[in-house]
């Protein structure tokens, strides 16, 4: 964890960053956040996350209240301020504010709060690449617009929570017969030697590494489709995958305790994973 975070314009010791208990974070979960890989100083599709964190704060009606550059400008200043750390994971977060506890939005000259902080990114160790892991269904009990970065995120922890009660690393999620995606990561499923992602939509959250993978497929030639993955397709594949910004990808290789094709990291996801960790060293360990 580094020491120093972001908060309401001042960068400050993190034991030293109080909010009071009336924010709207606190009460409601009224907010949205984002999560940044940083590899060697260098933040991993930056403009693309502040571009996600945009749009959720648009689709909430929190007004933004840093132009682009003053959060490229914060941002990189976090990063530089935790330098000690190698490799880092930058939290942000914005919420509609501090006001008296009311559902209804607060006026218009409630500034939101905002939170960033950095801790240590802790991609997979190459064991695990390596080996796989394990991962389980369940039904998909969250609201109707995942495709929102909200803090709000009970149903993803209990979710989650499930994992790890089975000791496994990720619940999957089926809404209504049809893949959305894990607790905390996008799905990815292989079958006939073709890639397969389940389409944008506000039953999921457009992940900024789902966009990558497609990328890597597209510019490798790696066939893919982008559509609806039902259930028997889910259990039928011959390779799973999990991808986010701190996971990257990872195989699933058991479900709900069947194995998944051969029961180990397929050929794909050998490639694939050699292409984003060459995409994103091409980009990232170029300075120092
Ligand atoms: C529910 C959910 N889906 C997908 C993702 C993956 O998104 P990203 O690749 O931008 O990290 C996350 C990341 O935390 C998530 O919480």
Redesign the pocket.
Known sequence: MGDTVYLNGAFLPLAQATIPVLDRGFMFGDGVYE?IPVYNGQAFRLDEHIQRLQASLAAVRIRNPLTTVAWRAMLLQLIAENKALQDQSLYLQVTRGVAPRDQAFPPASVAPTVFAMSMTLQTPSTALVQSGVAAITALDIRWDRCNIKAISLLA?VLLRQQAVDEAVAETIMLREGWLT??????VFVVAQDKLLAPPKSQH??T????DVILELAASHGIAHLVAPVSEAQLRSADEIWI???TKEILAIISLDGQSVGQGQPGPLFQRMYALYQDFKNQYMRHTR
């Open positions: 999560v993803n995606e894990g607790s905390s990561t996008n999921m959250l992940g900024v590494t789902y991808t986010s910004s």
